[in-house]
């Protein structure tokens, strides 16, 4: 059985992107650039694909020379896009003023058998990030019935106490205040206190 809260609460699952209808004008090696971050690609990468050379694609990026039209066909090519894709223009970023305050001891309360979560800016929806404070009652690893696994990637944060996490594919690893640690949800986690009081930790689990 999960201990995610995000079991509980479907609601509470995490925006992956906004719609922002501001538009700025086009910077072409700017627009090059943005492509190959968003499929994950090194210049290195992007050279050995479109058979420019990695020089040729810094200077593209950083507007210090234009791209020929052979070289736009190129980049169209070896990154998998149509054309047209290269002239949209980007999106541009605009603050919303979303805000949301928790004062101390006013988040709100989700107890389970091993942990005790206190949800915080809980009045935001479609949040990117999912901030709670938790109270780690378990002191043994066979007190869960299953690693708690979840989308998304996490950072936690000793608040006060010790802790063993323990984590899938690595040794279980002993925490204490003013540690870290950030991962892949995906994986299988769980904490234990070892601490005389129950360990107290910070989460941010974001998408």
């Given at each position: 059985?999960?201990?995610?809260?995000?079991?509980?609460?479907?609601?509470?699952?995490?925006?992956?992107?906004?719609?922002?209808?501001?538009?700025?004008?086009?910077?072409?090696?700017?627009?090059?650039?943005?492509?190959?971050?968003?499929?994950?690609?090194?210049?290195?990468?992007?050279?050995?694909?479109t058979?420019?050379?990695?020089?040729?694609?810094?200077?593209?990026?950083?507007?210090?020379?234009?791209p020929?039209?052979?070289?736009?066909?190129?980049?169209?090519?070896?990154?998998?896009?149509?054309?047209?894709q290269?002239?949209?223009?980007?999106?541009?970023?605009?603050?919303?003023?979303?805000?949301?305050?928790t004062?101390?001891?006013e988040?709100?309360?989700?107890?389970?058998?091993?942990?005790?979560?206190?949800?915080?800016?809980?009045?935001?929806?479609?949040?990117?990030m999912?901030?709670?404070?938790?109270?780690?009652?378990?002191?043994?690893?066979?007190?869960?019935?299953?690693?708690?696994?979840?989308?998304?990637?996490?950072?936690?944060?000793?608040?006060?106490?010790?802790?063993?996490?323990?984590?899938?594919?690595?040794e279980?690893?002993?925490?204490?205040?003013?540690?870290?640690?950030?991962y892949?949800?995906?994986?299988?986690?769980?904490?234990v206190?070892?601490?005389?009081?129950?360990?107290?930790?910070?989460?941010?689990t974001?998408?």
């Amino acid at each position: 059985m999960s201990e995610s809260i995000f079991d509980e609460y479907p609601s509470m699952t995490l925006e992956k992107a906004s719609d922002d209808t501001s538009i700025e004008p086009l910077k072409l090696g700017v627009r090059i650039k943005e492509i190959r971050t968003q499929l994950g690609i090194t210049l290195e990468e992007a050279s050995q694909r479109t058979g420019l050379a990695r020089s040729t694609l810094s200077k593209i990026e950083n507007e210090q020379i234009s791209p020929t039209f052979q070289a736009m066909q190129k980049l169209a090519t070896g990154l998998s896009i149509n054309m047209p894709q290269l002239f949209e223009p980007p999106v541009k970023k605009q603050a919303s003023g979303r805000r949301d305050i928790t004062l101390k001891g006013e988040g709100k309360p989700h107890p389970t058998p091993t942990y005790e979560h206190e949800l915080l800016a809980t009045q935001l929806s479609n949040k990117r990030m999912m901030p709670f404070k938790s109270r780690i009652h378990a002191r043994a690893f066979d007190e869960y019935q299953d690693w708690v696994r979840h989308d998304g990637e996490e950072f936690l944060l000793i608040l006060d106490g010790e802790v063993l996490f323990y984590s899938e594919f690595y040794e279980p690893l002993a925490m204490r205040e003013g540690d870290s640690v950030y991962y892949d949800a995906n994986m299988g986690h769980m904490l234990v206190s070892t601490s005389t009081e129950d360990a107290q930790i910070l989460w941010v689990t974001a998408k």
